[in-house]
């Protein structure tokens, strides 16, 4: 099964960006519809983005619409998150996940430890 980790999280003032990454190992990565999640305390997690095996096809949450973009490397087993904007909602413990999936919403198989973003006003 394919192993993820995700970098690229910290502390960002309102308006700020990040790059967060996710490297895969363990699998053909480009086998696997890549997606970002998030859980803020005391909520649930929710759907952020999600990229298709050959990155033709993406998809956003309403909330990160225009303000985030989300990108793979095949060739680096890697994927990306571009979040600029911040806002102090978007606070919240960010998880890559992989599936071998048609449904960029899931069900996914495969989950990352997570990266923390938090945003200050």
């Known amino acids: 099964q394919v192993q993820l980790v995700e970098s690229g999280g910290g502390p960002v003032q309102a308006g700020g960006s990040l790059r967060l990454s996710c490297v895969a190992s363990?699998?053909?990565?480009?086998?696997?519809?890549m997606g970002w999640f998030r859980q803020a305390p005391g909520k649930e997690r929710e759907f952020v983005s999600a990229?298709?095996?050959?990155?033709?096809?993406?998809s956003y949450a309403d909330s990160v619409k225009g303000r985030f973009t989300i990108s793979r490397d095949n060739a680096k087993n890697t994927v990306y998150l571009q979040m600029n904007s911040l806002k102090p909602e978007d606070t919240a413990v960010y998880s890559c996940?992989?599936?071998?999936?048609?449904?960029?919403?899931?069900?996914?198989?495969?989950w990352g430890q997570g990266t923390q973003v938090t945003v200050s006003s």
């Open positions: 990229i298709s095996r050959r990155g033709i096809e993406t």
């Open positions: 996940a992989a599936g071998r999936i048609l449904n960029l919403k899931g069900p996914y198989e495969a």
């Open positions: 363990g699998r053909t990565f480009s086998a696997y519809t």
